[in-house]
């Protein structure tokens, strides 16, 4: 039986690692490189790194020995691929395939495609057809809207009119190789993933879908799992403040019966 995995999620913005909250608000965490170490000395499955800046300008205004400065996302990407050991899915700004053929090339093992599907769907056909569907995740930002799911472009900005079922379906079927299915509306409120939304989507294809958006216990995870068919978690915020997070995390899955590979930790000491 395929095993369930625990993703963390990193947002980037302007060189920082920001926490999110409702795609309007952001909080300074620090180095981009630093916290992907430790997240990869606790035993995440994988990683997604997302870059949420809105004109990709990167500058940590830092030049001190041990910190150096990266003007640009693919520097960055390359930090981070020297310092962890497992896969690395990265996101943001992505329009062409040489933008792909790049992160790739970085380091980067998948990529995620939000805004560029959304306007141009052929996009994922290209993409699929060069690269292949192992390594291209569909970012999904979904808002409720007068009591509708409706998927959203551009940093949750822009409204495109398309159920989530439909998008999730389109593509699937033009190459897509995971979705990554994120709740504007629970992002950094830590009162659990959107079930229905994660029912309704996870249902409807047969890629692997990955829940996103709300995780404000260890509960939280297990109650995606157990309700709907994703085949993943990720957390964002709620791992960045709580040590050995991932350890912990992963053992509360594995004693509540989910179907994760045993806790442990690389290099950590274990409580």
Known sequence: MKKERLIPVLLLRNG??????????WQNLGNPTSSVARLSEWASDELIYL???????????????????????????????????????????????????????????????????????????????????????????????????EVMADGGTERTGLSPVEWARTVEGRGAGEILLNSIDRDGMRTGYDIPLLQQVSDAVRIPVIACGGVGEWNHLTEALDQTQVDAVAVANLLHFVDQSVYLAKKYLFEHGCNVRPPDLLGAVQP
């Open 16 to 25: 920082f690692l920001v926490q999110s909250k409702g795609f309007k608000k």
């Open 51 to 149: 870059d949420i800046s809105r004109d990709g300008a990167h500058d940590l205004r830092r030049d001190d020995l041990g910190h150096p400065n990266r003007g640009t996302f693919l520097e960055i990407i390359q930090d981070v691929a020297r310092v962890t050991f497992m896969p690395i899915t990265v996101g943001g700004r992505i329009r062409t395939l040489e933008h792909i053929e790049q992160r790739l090339r970085c380091g980067a093992d998948k990529v995620a495609l939000n805004t560029q599907p959304l306007r141009d769907p052929s996009f994922l056909d290209l993409a699929a057809r060069e690269f292949g569907a192992q390594c291209l995740v569909a970012s999904m930002d979904v808002k409720l809207i007068d009591g509708q799911y």
